[in-house]
């Protein structure tokens, strides 16, 4: 009997120093964690401090010293501090021309040439980018004109459906009308598709739906086209679906202090269980 209490009182002890060490250890990497992540922290700061040393001496100016719509008349006036402009008119064009100068020649422009139209208002942009890297944005509305009413579409309705067949109705922002070509809707994220039913002034109108299957986490752009046989007009509805995230808390790494109890705990049930066992094993031979 001795000589199992004996036993016992070593294993304990080394088990505690199992423990110690294991502690230690743990401390260490936690100390070796905390000395990179401050030797990662100087390190951005420092590069930080050299790119704000380089472009203290490089050009802020990021204006516009010319902005154009070829063919058309910008409202209000150009100005190069004012940044939202309309045309006089509105367009049955399918494309347009923009023309820019910078007030400074170093400066990067983007958002000119070319540039396609969607039926109904397009918000176009313009982005000056600055020998600093700072930005401006110039934006202009656009509206092109519907030559075939008929191809508007009535109704659209949405609803969401996930992988076992359940449904719900989906809300558009703003609410549907003929005249407006652009939404956006929120889903929840258990939604893998979106059936779409729509109706269409003419009932002779083709009507196609593309990215309303196979939806993932945060933005999906569904297109709902209208178009005629015999014609190359068409006019495209779109709508922006936002599928909220489905990643879950437990993936979410636990805090140095949270592993450190786990570990403690794991440790003592461990004592616990050998002192059974040594237990039961004395009694037996009793």
Not at 20 to 26: E, G, P, Q
Not at 222 to 241: A, F, H, L, P, Q
Not at 252 to 272: E, G, H, Y
Request: charged share 30%; aromatic share 4%; proline share 1%.
């Amino acid at each position: 009997m001795k000589k199992s209490k004996i036993k016992v009182v070593i294993s304990l002890m080394v088990l505690l120093v199992i423990m110690i060490t294991m502690n230690k250890s743990y401390a260490g990497m936690a100390d070796l964690t905390d000395e990179m992540s401050d030797t990662l922290a100087n390190e951005q700061l420092t590069n930080q401090q050299k790119a704000e040393s380089e472009n203290a001496n490089k050009s802020s100016n990021n204006y516009l010293s010319s902005l154009e719509v070829e063919g058309y008349r910008l409202l209000p006036e150009f100005d190069k501090q004012i940044q939202e402009y309309t045309l006089d008119s509105d367009t049955d064009e399918d494309n347009v021309t923009i023309k820019a100068t910078a007030d400074d020649e170093r400066a990067n422009i983007t958002g000119t040439g070319n540039i396609k139209l969607q039926t109904g208002e397009n918000n176009l942009r313009v982005d000056v980018s600055a020998e600093n890297g700072t930005v401006r944005t110039y934006f202009i509305k656009i509206t092109r004109k519907i030559q075939d009413e008929t191809l508007r579409l009535s109704s659209i309705k949405l609803n969401a459906v996930d992988q076992n067949g359940n449904n719900d109705v989906v809300e558009l922002s703003p609410s549907f009308s003929e005249n407006v070509f652009s939404y956006t809707a929120k889903i929840y994220n258990g939604a893998s598709k979106i059936d779409v039913d729509t109706s269409c002034l003419n009932e002779n109108a083709k009507i196609t739906v593309e990215g309303n299957e196979n939806l993932k986490d945060g933005k999906n752009t569904i297109i709902i086209t209208v178009s005629k046989e015999g014609k190359t007009e068409t006019v495209s509805y779109k709508i922006d679906v936002i599928r909220e995230s489905s990643r879950e808390t437990s993936n979410i790494p636990a805090d140095k202090k949270d592993n450190k109890t786990a570990i403690w705990v794991i440790m003592v049930l461990a004592v616990i269980v050998i002192f059974m066992l040594l237990t039961r094993k004395k009694n037996r031979k009793h």
